[in-house]
């Protein structure tokens, strides 16, 4: 068996080239809108969201998520929330209009205030930091969050037993690129949920990621 699948160590390319130059973030950029094609549907799909009006995606980058979700969801709005670099390649790279449902929104999800909304997205991004991060992150979205709304969490987790699994081949990745990242079980994400203050939490395991959905 190898270490890594194919689709993983692809995906480790992208990111190492994506930090040596311009280049590699627009190519990084349009392998995370060609991965979402292949996966998105099934993500928007796994809870019922057509009640979330304003959706505000938190990493955001590319916009390729907010795509699959406007899609989907066609009376949504989307606006994307990440670091001003990021979303001065995204504005170039993008092909959002002015008067677009997909908009964007610069700040630091950790130091900056998160604005009001009625969903907050999380895709790929609780596995990048620590236990005591992500609750400061998750209680900020919590306190921001309207009554009623809540939070989508998409993430590659990993199994009780995460020999051989492509989720324990994303978490040998994440350990080597990211020092303070870990790949949780969905029972460590409803803790953390939890610990924010959300309930009703709800799971789904896809194909690639598992889906959670809590509620303020």
């Known amino acids: 068996m190898k270490f890594l699948s194919e689709c993983v160590y692809s995906s480790l390319q992208y990111l190492l080239e994506a930090v040596r130059s311009k280049e590699g973030v627009e190519s990084f950029f349009r392998y995370l809108d060609e991965a979402w094609s292949l996966h998105g549907k099934e993500v928007v799909s796994a809870f019922n969201l057509s009640g979330f009006q304003l959706i505000y995606d938190l990493g955001g980058s590319s916009g390729g998520f907010a795509k699959e979700l406007i899609s989907k969801y066609p009376n949504c709005t989307v606006k994307l929330f990440d670091l001003p670099e990021v979303m001065d390649i995204s504005k170039k790279y993008s092909a959002f209009s ?100 959300f309930k009703d939490i709800q799971s789904k395991k896809g194909n690639v990621f598992d889906v959670i959905l809590a509620r303020k």
Not at 118 to 123: A, E, G, H, P, R
Not at 137 to 164: R, Y
Not at 181 to 188: L, Y
């Open 98 to 197: 002015d008067d677009s449902q997909i908009t964007f929104h610069e700040g630091d999800f950790f130091k900056d205030p998160i604005p009001e909304a009625d969903l907050y997205i999380l895709s790929r991004v609780l596995f990048n930091w620590n236990d005591e991060k992500c609750i400061h992150l998750l209680t900020k979205v919590f306190m921001a969050c309207k009554p009623g709304g809540g939070v989508l969490v998409v993430e590659p987790t990993i199994d009780e037993e995460i020999s051989g699994s492509f989720p324990a081949h994303v978490y040998c990745i994440i350990t080597l690129l990211h020092s303070e990242g870990k790949a949780r079980k969905t029972s460590e994400h409803c803790r953390l949920l939890n610990t924010a203050g």
